[in-house]
Each structure stands twice: as C-alpha cells, then as structure tokens.
C-alpha cells in the first residue's frame, strides 16, 4: 500500500483522480478492501485533526481579550477620555517607587460592562525577596494612583506577570551597601628569634 501512494505522486504520467482510481480498483479483492480501509483511516485522522484545529481557533478568538484604547469617565458636562497612553505613563512612573522593579509593559483589556483590566509585566531584581507581598502592594498603589490621578474607578483588576528576575544595576549600590562588613585580616610581623644566651654554640 504504502508503494502504491508513493508511485501516485512520484509517477507523472495520467491524471491524479486516475491514479487513485486504479487503487482502489484492484483485481484483489483482499487488497482492494485493505486500500478502502486505509484510506478510511487516513482521512478520519485528517479530519479529526483538522476539527481539532478548527475548535482551537474558535475558542482562541472567543477567549481572546480585547484591547482597550482607554477608559471613559462620565463628566458632569460629558464625557472625559483617558487613553490608555496615559494610563500607561502612570503607571510606568512607579518604577521610581518600586526600584527593585522594572516594568516592561502595561495593556489596558476590556473586562466587561465599562470594566477595564490592566495587565503589567515586569521584572524583579534578581537579589530582592518577598516578590509576592511587593507585588500585591504594587497592585494597590496602581489603583490607588489612577484613582488620585485621573479619577478613575472602573478598573476590574490589576494582573502582574514577572517575567524573569535579572540583576539591576540601578540597585548594585542599595545592596553592597546593606551587605555586611567582612572583617578584614591582618597578619601580624614576623619576627625572627634571637638565640638565647643558654642556648649550645657550634662547634667549628
């Protein structure tokens, strides 16, 4: 069977439907059957896989977030636009308060019925510890900045990524300088000793 495909692709004389015909019109019924069945096999797989492919694409567009180009409050004479840029630069800003954070990139998601998500990610200082309660605490200060900022409070969560923890040089100073001092060690002089008086003289 498997000559049988190789020689309807690689011959190059007739037609493909031709070809496929003869093989499954074979003078052995034994072999046509087996042919049949092969073929029935193949193409289950085939679609199988090219329904799973189908549902994958489905559910990656159903689930996928959409961005959002910024966030409207209602004013008390319309409506007032905050774009995510903004919203961006905000938040990009508390870098100066979290040092051993570098923040690398911040979207702004539809969540619903005037909600917005905003997802930061970032890296951390490779010597800094106690990532999850800083993080929780940049979190807090992020909505609590948008809200003095620019008034905001729609916003339905803020999800932090850590990247991958990597050395700040920024922060190489903070921590030789919170590093312990070494004692240093000091060799006393050697001093040679003197033959005391008591002590045999040699003999020449």
């Known amino acids: 069977m498997i000559e049988q495909l190789k020689n ?17 019109e074979s003078s052995d019924k034994a072999m046509q059957n087996f042919n049949i069945g092969f073929a029935s096999g193949v193409g289950t797989a085939l679609l199988i896989l090219f329904l799973l492919f189908l549902l994958r694409l489905i559910v990656v567009i159903v689930c996928r977030r959409k961005k959002s180009s910024g966030i409207v409050i209602d004013g008390e004479l319309g409506e007032i636009f905050i774009s995510a840029t903004a919203i961006t630069s905000a938040v990009m800003g508390l870098e100066s308060e ?9 979207r702004l998601y539809c969540a619903g019925r005037n909600k917005v998500l905003i997802w930061v990610q970032l890296c951390k200082d490779e ?6 309660p800083k993080a929780e605490e940049f979190q807090r200060r992020t909505l609590l900045l948008l809200q003095e900022m620019f008034g905001i409070d729609n916003i339905e969560k803020v ?16 921590y030789d300088a919170t590093q312990p001092d070494m004692p240093v060690f000091t060799p ?5 000793e003197k033959p005391s008086s008591n002590s045999p003289i040699p003999f020449n």
Do not use: C, M, T, Y
């Not at 999800?159 to 903070?174: G, M, T």
């Open 98 to 106: 979290f040092k051993e954070f570098l923040i690398q990139k911040v």
């Open 8 to 24: 309807l692709f690689v011959s190059g004389d007739g037609s493909i439907i031709d070809r496929f015909k003869d093989l499954f």
């Open 188 to 192: 006393e002089p050697f001093e040679e």
């Open 159 to 174: 999800d932090v990524k850590l990247k991958e923890p990597i050395r700040l040089q920024s922060q190489d100073q903070h």
């Open 127 to 132: 010597r800094a510890k106690n990532f999850v």
